[in-house]
């Protein structure tokens, strides 16, 4: 029942981090954080931030689909 639901947060986390939803995020990222050094840092390293979004979505698509296939 764990592995359910450690693998069901996987598979959100991976939902949220895909990069096709990157032009949606980002945005929205930046207005949350509008008027700090965190936001002046995203705009200079867009593609920085779209590589670690790449890597964050297929580990924790890897690990969900890990978690749902065990038993």
Do not use: D, E, K, Y
């Not at 359910?4 to 096709?20: E, K, Q």
């Not at 939803?21 to 930046?30: E, G, K, M, N, T």
């Amino acid at each position: 029942m764990r592995r359910r639901i450690a693998s069901g947060v996987m598979f959100s986390i991976a939902l949220i981090t895909c990069p096709c939803h990157l032009p949606l995020i980002l945005p929205f990222a930046l207005v949350l954080l509008a008027g700090t050094p965190l936001a002046v840092w995203l705009t200079q390293n867009v593609g920085l931030v779209a590589g670690g979004m790449m890597f964050a979505f297929l580990t924790s698509l890897t690990l969900g689909f890990v978690g749902w296939h065990r038993r």
